[in-house]
């Protein structure tokens, strides 16, 4: 089921192409230095991400979701803890009054954040592995990190999982992105990746 | 319009329903030219058809050059992905209004904006690559939020006031001190906080009734309001006669003095107080405690200090101002 570490390394090193454009576009969007940075990546059960959230504290998450179809369908999830996705709406719109509840305006804003990071994230994957997808618009969605992740599916169900941390001026932000994956696509990630090593060596 | 050359599968009513669409439609082809505006479109950015229609999206609309609308745009058409401008990060990214018959009194409306690339397969049926640009009006959903937030903030701060004494309650102190205390830190700057109690309250209560004691409590009150003046500065009732001063930006020897001006004008208020075993009038005690940013202290430390140094006035004889220690 799982991804050898030097798939797993591959896929680190082709994911951070599309990371640092995120970073670039959210840069631009704050109008101040915005880094991310991808700690770990892994193969791992829906279960184990929430269990990981849930010790951190973080039951309740706020979530924005994309689907993604081509030769492997996916539906790309960024989970941050609640508290967090406020004071990151708050760090992008640059406001000094704290936020209480992320509002339907909030919401949106967060969207259009998520809707930048996934895309550039999904633009590099694809230039690198020449793939191709279709995207869906971005949509919010708050509750428990269970609800959020088995909208459809079952807990043991695998994901590639991404730790992204942003660091923005002093704020440091813990966001998870998973993509929820069959076991078809899981197959195809890993010929993919198997693929576009064989080109390289 | 010159309409794409395949066959055209479109129902009578299509062009119907989108120029009765309360929303705003563009369609872009390829070359950012505008190949379609819808008539809600048309009439909120006051533009006839024939102005827009085959001319480039740039021409029409110049103000969004550079903008985070343009840059969206860009990586839309190159991504294939669709993408959002939120209201939020950009209130109004077109020249899009409320049509209103006052000249001159139009309102840009808040916008949210949705940018959509034709896919692959849809491109290839339609010979051409177009971008659909949807614009919603969100100027009611945006003031009825910030007419909300409004009110929540007044609230918020009805529900930190002390009804007797109109200083902040135990609730703002709760809330204030913490974050006084990070600014501080980050600023580098000391923060004092001076604790009060009104010496003997119980025995003036005893001899004068608890309506004089209430108004004794105001009149304490209004000093420390005089005193602690600037905007940063928070006074707050703590218990039954304690009130609590927190003074951003204050050394200890500064916040001394203020201190001792309250105990002053207290004094000066000569209010009656028979039971009083330090004077013939109300008098207070007060401690005072200062955070050094770069110290570790939590604001229940800053407090316990504050408290320590109020009961060394108090065993001291009252009427005086004890620490920082």
């Known amino acids: 089921m799982n991804l050898s570490p030097l798939e797993l390394e591959t896929l680190a090193e082709v994911f951070n192409v599309g990371v640092g454009q995120a970073a670039r576009a959210l840069s631009q969007l704050a109008g101040t230095t915005v880094q991310l940075n991808v700690p770990r990546i892994d193969v791992v059960s829906k279960l184990n991400v929430s269990t990981e959230l849930i010790n951190q504290g973080a039951d309740r998450v706020c979530a924005v979701r994309q689907l993604f ?7 790309a999830v960024l989970m941050f803890p609640v508290q967090q996705s406020l004071q990151l709406v708050q760090m992008m719109v640059g406001d000094d009054v704290p936020l209480e509840q992320l509002g339907e305006m909030e919401q949106e804003a967060l969207a259009e954040i998520g809707n930048i990071l996934l895309n550039a994230v999904v633009s590099g994957v694809a230039d690198v592995f020449k793939l191709q997808f279709e995207g869906s618009l971005p949509y919010v969605e708050l509750g428990p990190v269970k609800d959020v992740l088995c909208a459809q599916g079952e807990l043991t169900d695998p994901v590639l999982s991404l730790q992204i941390d ?14 929820l994956l069959d076991l078809e696509s ?3 990630l890993r010929t993919t990746v198997q693929h576009f090593l064989g080109v390289l060596a | 319009m010159n309409a794409p050359s395949q066959p055209c599968h479109c129902h009578p009513w299509s062009a119907w329903v989108l120029d009765h669409l309360q929303l705003g439609l563009l369609v872009l082809d390829a070359h950012d030219t505008i190949v379609f505006a819808n008539h809600w479109l048309l009439t909120h950015a006051n533009l006839t058809s024939d102005a827009v229609l085959g001319k480039p999206l740039l021409e029409v609309f110049p103000q969004i050059q550079d903008s985070a609308f343009e840059r969206a745009l860009a990586l839309t058409v190159a991504s294939g992905y669709p993408s959002l401008l939120s209201q939020t990060l950009h209130p109004a990214p077109l020249p899009i209004f409320l049509p209103t018959s006052q000249r001159g009194n139009d309102k840009l409306l808040r916008q949210s904006i949705r940018i959509i690339p034709a896919s692959r397969q849809d491109s290839a049926l339609m010979q051409q690559s177009y971008t659909l640009i949807q614009i919603n009006d969100v100027t009611q959903p945006f003031m009825r939020e910030r007419l909300l937030k409004a009110q929540a903030g007044r609230l918020k701060g009805l529900a930190e006031v002390d009804v007797l004494t109109e200083l902040g309650n135990r609730r703002r102190l709760d809330e204030v001190l913490p974050q006084a ?3 501080a830190r980050k600023a580098a700057q000391p923060l004092s906080l001076v604790m009060f109690d009104v010496d003997y309250f119980k025995q003036f209560n005893d001899s004068y009734g608890h309506l004089a004691g209430d108004d ?5 009150a209004q000093r420390l309001r005089e005193v602690f003046r600037r905007p940063q500065d928070v006074v707050a009732r703590y ?7 927190v003074l951003p930006e204050t050394h200890g020897q500064a916040a001394r003095k203020l201190t001792q001006q ?3 004008k207290v004094y000066a208020l000569g209010i ?6 330090v004077a013939d009038r109300v008098t207070v005690s007060a401690g005072v405690a200062v955070y050094e940013p770069g110290t570790e202290l939590s604001p229940e430390d800053l407090l316990k200090a504050a408290d320590q140094a109020l009961y060394q006035a108090k065993s001291g004889g009252r009427n005086q101002v004890c620490g920082p220690m």
């Open chain 2, 216 to 220: 004794c409590l105001r009149q304490v």
């Open chain 1, 186 to 188: 899981v197959e195809s």
């Open chain 1, 69 to 75: 179809s081509g030769v492997l369908s996916t539906e």
């Open chain 1, 166 to 179: 942003f660091a923005i001026d002093s704020l440091q932000i813990h966001g998870f992105l998973v993509f």
């Open chain 2, 262 to 264: 309250v105990l002053h």
């Open chain 2, 272 to 277: 009656p107080h028979r039971g009083s075993a």
């Open chain 2, 239 to 245: 218990g039954g006669e304690e009130m609590v001063a």
């Open chain 2, 181 to 183: 205390m990070r600014s």
